[in-house]
Structures are given as structure tokens and as C-alpha cells.
């Protein structure tokens, strides 16, 4: 994570530095190595201590959190726990869209996974397509053209509904339903 300090009317020392760190390095572990970027601003104002931290994670969250104290310690101290729990309610979020993906899926033993596979099927609608009058051979030239591998047409002759379909040996099947 790549961490911007500065000081308004402060001096940065190792010190300080080392603490900024230390406290980003919890939080880095907390969010499991997401967060992006740091931006810290120390400032004195009198006899106060402000640290204001603003933390860029994953997903362009920001967490930010600010910190006020008679000195530095206390005041970096309160803006990362202020961080801390923004941290832990976004992760809380993360964990619960990870565990409603997994719950849709279902886990069967093979010895069952005949009998519910044909109690769980489901019928998706493809595509809805007119059904027009024509002949055998125009709804084979038009199977033959197209991927497919049925067609369903008004056959001319019968005036009923017949299905066209390519065999495994390459030549073309006709269905007729007896009315």
C-alpha cells in the first residue's frame, strides 16, 4: 500500500512515521490486502493533535477517519479505530455477497444426482418464432442453411405443425404428429 504523509505545521519524524505505519499495517491485514493507497495529514492547532487518514480500498471505497488528541499517539490511534470499523463493516458486506453466491449452489451425491437432476430441471425459453406454411423441401433448404438443428414449420400440405431435424448421419428427419 503506498502511504502520503504530511505534516501541517508538523515535523515528520522516524518516530512518528513508525507509528503511521504500525497502525496501517493492522489495518492492511484487516482488509486482507486491498487497500490501495493512504493519505495521512498531521496537523497541530495550538495544543491539539488532529490526524486525519483517508484509506483508498478495492471497489473505489474510501474509508476515511479523523482523529483528535493532546498527542499524537491518541490521535492516530482514534482515526484508525474509527477506520477500523468502517474496515470491518465493508469486509462484513464482502463476506456476506461471497456467502449468498455460494449458498445458490447445492451439493448432491452421485447415487442421488439422477433423481434430482429430474426434479430440478427448469425450462428456459430460447426464442419464440412464427411459425409459417411451407413445404418439405423449403424447411430443408432453410435447416440446411441455418445451425440449427430442428425446425419447426406449418407443413402446406397438412396444414399441421411438423417438426424437420438433422440426423448423426447428415440427412434430415420429419416429425408428424397423427391428429
Known sequence: MQ???TGRHVEI???LRQLIDRGLGKLDRLLNDTAVSAQVILRQERHRHVAEITIHARGDHMLHGLG???GWQASIKEALGK?????QGMKSKWNERKRQAA???TVTPPARAA???AATRRIIRASRSLVKPMTVEDAALRLDAAAEHFFVFRNASTEGV???YRRADGNFGLI???V
Open 68 to 70: 483528535q488528541g493532546t
Open 162 to 164: 411438423s417438426i424437420l
Open 13 to 15: 519524524t522516524p518516530g
Open 103 to 105: 449458498g445458490a449452489r
Open 176 to 178: 408428424e404428429p397423427d
Open 83 to 87: 477506520i477500523a470499523k468502517q474496515a
Open 3 to 5: 502511504t502520503l504523509v
Open 115 to 117: 433423481e434430482a437432476g
